[in-house]
């Protein structure tokens, strides 16, 4: 086996490796390694849905329609783009310039009530009120009725007045 040199052992000593390569996160240049801060490997805690503005898909709408069919791998791959973007983006050109390239409110759409169905509305919640109520007075009167014969009251009579 050769004898290494000096200068050729302080460089295995600097740089680990892993067979011939270099090992995961060791980088070429050891002193512009440390000027590059690493990456977080945080996860946030909530994914958020990327949002585009109507300025930014016509601008990349255009570009795509200047491309030619190699060239819009790259730029699909600079702005970090799937192709079913282009193609959705595309649909909602066609829809309508200006509102079909705006973003779109998520969920049920907010349904128009009428006057009537309102007030149909606040007389159920109300009737359900007065049911409650009702149930809650005819359970009290239940129990004093019970208490009544448990003690062996006499129920109350109301005394007459006296006639003259």
């Known amino acids: ?71 819009l791998v790259a730029l699909l791959r600079r702005e970090g783009l799937y192709s079913s973007h282009l193609t959705t ?19 049920r759409k907010a349904q128009a009530h009428s006057a009537q169905q309102r007030r149909v509305a606040e007389l159920e919640r109300e009737n359900a009120r007065l049911r409650e109520q009702l149930l809650q007075a005819e359970t009290i009167i239940d129990v004093q009725k019970k208490l009544s014969t448990l003690l062996d009251l006499a129920p109350a009579t109301r005394e007459q007045p006296e006639r003259r």
């Open 89 to 107: 983006w595309r649909r909602q050109r066609e829809a309508g310039e200006l509102e079909g390239l705006t973003p779109r409110k998520r969920g």
């Open 1 to 71: 086996m050769p004898k290494q040199t000096d200068e050729s052992q302080s460089r295995a000593v600097s740089a680990p490796t892993q067979g011939a390569r270099r090992a995961t996160g060791v980088g070429a240049d050891p002193a512009r390694a440390a000027e590059s801060p690493a990456p977080d490997p945080e996860v946030v805690e909530k994914a958020t849905r990327r949002r585009f503005s109507a300025e930014y898909k016509r601008a990349v709408l255009q570009q795509a329609d200047r491309c030619a069919p190699g060239e």
